[in-house]
């Protein structure tokens, strides 16, 4: 019954400009609550008090709060995919590796930091509410994204099996900056981490013995 319960979504789709708006407004609400108070905190009737719409107005839309969770994992999917659709664009391929994975570490950190706390529960709640196969198909769309560019990119690869190389690339970044995120730890502010993912990925990636300039990758001098 769990199973079949956690793939439920929304009750109704909000069509009109009114319903729409309360369910914006119940998935920000919720976002509220998980950031200052926890998912405990996030009852059915403690969202529809922060979202200012009663409770029956909730369950019109969304069976339960698996459904919301659900539904915020499938905002911050389409929020993260067009952050990298954008980020590893064709028109990008002119800029040097330390900028383009810059850009995409930093704006994925940026993603994190604007709701800490719905994050941390996808990370530890998102296999249990979501659909397996929505979140495979979000992986497999972002590794053919970073795939497509490695392909594309004039710069000179270290591995030279680009389609495990986009596998490991994704999965590395993802699971060091949500690890960062549920553990918090001491001494690793965003801007560190972001400089440390960001010289791990172009170490991966990125052939240190290059002479080309337009290439070449300058690490940092160690901290």
Do not use: W
Not at 118 to 136: F, S
Not at 161 to 190: I, K
Not at 194 to 223: F, K, N
């Amino acid at each position: 019954m769990k199973a079949a319960r956690s793939k439920t979504i929304v009750r109704k789709e909000p069509r009109q400009a009114r319903a729409q708006a309360t369910v914006g407004a119940i998935l920000e609400a919720t976002v509220q609550i998980l950031d200052r108070e926890g998912l405990e905190a996030a009852t059915m009737a403690h969202i529809a008090e922060v979202a200012g719409v009663s409770v029956g107005s909730i369950y019109q839309y969304f069976s339960h709060r698996d459904a919301i969770l659900n539904a915020l994992q499938d905002r911050e999917f389409a929020r993260a995919l067009t952050l990298v659709q954008e980020l590893l664009a064709d028109g990008n391929l002119a800029q040097t590796p330390r900028q383009t994975v810059t850009a995409v570490v930093r704006g994925l950190a940026q993603l994190y930091r604007v709701c800490p706390g719905l994050h941390r529960v996808l990370t530890i709640e998102g296999l249990r509410v979501a659909q397996a196969d929505r979140v495979h198909a979000f992986d497999l769309r972002v590794i053919e994204i970073v795939r497509h560019f490695l392909r594309a990119s004039s710069a000179p690869m270290r591995p030279k099996n680009l389609d495990a190389a986009a596998f490991v690339v994704v999965q590395a970044v993802r699971a060091t900056m949500l690890a960062c995120l549920l553990e918090r730890p001491p001494g690793l502010d965003e801007e560190t981490l972001i400089q440390e993912v960001v010289d791990l990925v172009l170490c991966y990636l990125v052939r240190q013995d290059s002479t080309d300039a337009g290439v070449l990758v300058a690490l940092p001098a160690r901290r």
